[in-house]
């Protein structure tokens, strides 16, 4: 499994983006699969995850509203579309997978594959 994220950017306050994660080994199948992001200085933080399964998506609370979460299981993607981008948006956003859905899906440490990382940068 060797995710790939893109989509990153420079972007002013109140605009949009949409990110991508595509598995280039085409080899994942599994349940989960998320975003998260981290700031300079800050932990890296929940943003969003869609179990297939369950065919759902969940969210932080501070994204609810402005950013939407989905799966092309075909092509074992995932996108991430922000709207109403906030200068607190600005992070590196990584997207992650895991085979299994785990209750505690916002938790980093219970994903077992990460992409590389896109910038996204928010000017006020």
């Known amino acids: 499994v060797q995710l790939q994220a893109s989509g990153g950017g420079l972007v002013q306050a109140e605009g949009s983006l949409r990110l991508a994660c595509a598995d280039s080994?085409?080899?994942?199948?599994?349940?989960?699969m998320a975003w998260f992001r981290q700031a300079p200085g800050k932990e890296r933080e929940f943003v969003a995850a869609?179990?297939?399964?369950?065919?759902?998506?969940y969210y932080a609370d501070s994204v609810k509203g402005r950013f939407t979460i989905s799966r092309d299981n075909a092509k074992n993607m995932v996108f991430l579309q922000m709207n109403s981008l906030k200068p607190e948006d600005t992070a590196e956003y990584y997207c992650?997978?895991?085979?299994?859905?785990?209750?505690?899906?916002?938790?980093?440490?219970?994903?077992?594959?990460w992409g590389q990382g896109t910038q996204v940068t928010v000017s006020s």
């Open positions: 869609f179990s297939k399964s369950r065919n759902r998506a």
């Open positions: 080994g085409r080899t994942f199948s599994g349940d989960a």
């Open positions: 992650a997978a895991r085979l299994h859905w785990n209750v505690q899906y916002y938790k980093a440490v219970h994903y077992t594959y």
